[in-house]
Nanobody, 123 residues
């Protein structure tokens, strides 16, 4: 699996960013694509995930209502639309994947990772 994230940057609080991840090379029809973030000095935390089998998506509590994950299968892309950004959203954001049909309980269950993209939200 090849994953390549992009789209990070510097944005003011209240602003928006769209992260992109080129995702290809899946060996199974059933896989999960997720966005995971890691802030300085903190552990990685799941942000949102997409299940290929049925198109279901899940967002973390802090992301619900602000962030949306969506997949463009034809373009082999997965996106994270982030609105109403807050300074505490500052982190490196990764896209990740794992075979299966349910979103992982923790990021450690993802077994393919793209490089991260930095998101910085200024107050």
């Amino acid at each position: 699996v090849q994953l390549q994230a992009s789209g990070g940057g510097l944005v003011q609080a209240g602003g928006s960013l769209r992260l992109s991840c080129a995702a290809s090379g899946f060996t199974s029809e059933n896989y999960v694509l997720g966005w995971v973030r890691q802030a300085p000095g903190k552990e990685r935390e799941g942000v949102a995930c997409y299940v290929s089998r049925n198109g279901d998506t899940t967002e973390a509590d802090f992301a619900r209502g602000r962030f949306t994950i969506f997949r463009d299968v034809a373009e082999n892309m997965v996106y994270l639309q982030m609105n109403y950004l807050r300074p505490e959203d500052t982190a490196v954001y990764f896209c990740a994947s794992v075979d299966g049909s349910t979103c992982p309980a923790t990021p450690k269950f993802y077994n393919s990772w793209g490089q991260g993209t930095q998101v910085t939200v200024s107050s």
